[in-house]
């Protein structure tokens, strides 16, 4: 998200809003609500650099109102998406009020399961804008006041299937591909960190032994930008179920903690982050909370032996964060094409809303509509189990494939004069 607060700065607050619980279609109606904690580390002139926590702020909602939704042919669910206004801080000094935008939603949808179950995930990325205004209580009314911000949000949302009596021990003797993207504030030598990885899982028994590859793109206290390419992670660590409080009682629906070597509590805040499986055991997404990673999300794909996609198209969703000495960018694809044109080629249309944080004179640009020409991508899907990449140039997607073949998680890696970008993509497939 890019924001800016009373005209002194950038704000990176927390990298992506995810959703990992039950969801119910009805082709005639869609609604969500999703709680997330805010925190955000300002970026002023003359790199200044201030962390502001979750403490700060009450936690907020991300709630649309119950609308009209379309299914198309059962693989993506259309919906103009209203967002209801939210407040915090209430009874206090700071009340707030928070406004967003509508947005279209084009998310990708699973094959039912049965006759008698819906799909068993939603998937979805879009872009918000919205402010945030500071309100003032005058009796049982609030008067609005100034905007204290402008706000540009990327959102990847993930909704997966719940099954009460779901056990963990469902992912155990099986191997995943994994990737994951994530940022660190701090008030030390390194303000920034975006961090940015791909690798594999093996779980057996609640421990997940894993090999991984990172890309760290960061910003020092001078406004310095580094890449580092080399992280490797092989730790272990540890997967357990995560008890649902619901109205009937303590329920397993499929929520997960994953922790760094002892399993948390139910009710507890794991070490690494709180997640979610299909009731398969076939897909996990994990909300990463103040863990090594960082803030933001990881997603775990089963290896399967099937070939990748040699056709299709595929719409690419998703976020890059860019970071150039005087600037930071972020660019959100929505209706970027991936399309599949052989074993060995693809073709990227890139489509994507860009706003820039200029450091020097503490301006936020409005989100700017990019349409770029179309790269030609050499394609590799021969990497073996659900394994692929495609690159041209400095611009590098690696991540997997479902066994479905109707879905891509990709890390996007490239380099554009003196800034460098890095994010995570999701491709699915158009009927």
């Known amino acids: 998200m890019l924001t800016d607060e009373n005209g002194t700065g950038y704000v990176y607050p927390a990298l992506t809003l995810t959703s990992f619980d039950a969801f119910n279609i009805r082709v005639t109606s869609l609604a969500n609500d999703i709680p997330y904690d805010r925190e955000a580390l300002i970026h002023q002139a003359g790199n200044e650099f201030f962390v502001r ?3 700060r702020w009450d936690r907020n909602t991300h709630s649309s109102s119950p609308g009209a939704a379309t299914l198309l042919e059962d693989t993506r669910l259309l919906a103009g998406r ?3 206004q939210s407040i915090t801080g209430r009874g206090s000094s700071k009340i707030i009020g928070w406004t967003r935008n509508p947005y279209y939603l084009d998310a990708f949808t699973s094959a039912p399961v049965d006759e008698t179950t819906g799909p068993d995930r939603v998937i979805s990325g879009y872009f918000s804008a919205g402010k945030a205004i500071e309100l003032e209580a005058d009796g049982d009314s609030l008067l609005r ?3 204290l911000e402008d706000q540009y949000l990327s959102v990847l949302e993930i909704n997966l299937l719940r099954k009460e009596g779901f056990d963990a021990d ?3 003797g099986r191997e995943y591909n994994i990737l994951y993207l994530g940022t660190r504030f701090s008030d030390e030598t390194t303000p920034l960190a975006i961090e940015a990885g791909v690798g594999q899982w093996q779980i057996n028994g609640g421990t997940v032994s894993q090999s991984q590859s990172f890309t760290t793109v960061q910003r020092g206290s001078s406004g310095t930008v580094t890449t580092d390419p080399t992280g490797t992670r092989t730790e272990s660590w540890a997967l357990s179920n995560r008890t649902s409080r619901l109205s009937k009682g303590d329920v397993d629906i499929g929520r997960l903690n994953l922790d760094i070597t002892t399993a948390s509590g139910d009710f507890q805040q794991p070490d690494i982050g709180i997640g979610a499986s299909t009731p398969d055991g076939s897909l996990m997404a994990f909300n990463l909370d103040d863990s090594p990673l960082g803030d933001g999300i990881l997603i775990a794909a089963e290896q399967t032996a099937n070939s990748a ?15 150039a000495p005087d600037t930071n960018r ?3 694809f929505d209706n970027a094409l991936l399309t599949i044109d052989s074993s060995s080629a693809a073709t990227l249309s890139p489509v994507a809303l860009t706003s820039t944080h200029m450091v020097d004179n503490e301006t936020v640009t409005k989100p ?12 590799n899907s021969q990497a073996g189990d659900g394994q692929v990449q495609f690159s041209a140039g400095n611009l590098v997607l690696e991540g997997f494939h479902t066994a479905s073949q109707d879905q891509f998680y990709l890390r996007l890696r490239t380099t554009e004069g003196n800034e460098d970008q890095i994010g995570l993509v999701i491709a699915t497939r158009l009927p």
């Open 82 to 84: 209203a967002l209801y």
């Open 368 to 379: 700017a509509l990019e349409n770029l020409p179309d790269i030609a991508l050499t394609y």
């Open 170 to 172: 469902t992912v155990n």
């Open 309 to 323: 996609p040699a056709t299709g198209q595929f719409r690419l969703q998703g976020v890059a964060l860019a970071l």
């Open 330 to 332: 972020l660019r959100h």
């Open 145 to 147: 006041l100034g905007t």
């Open 53 to 55: 926590g979750s403490d």
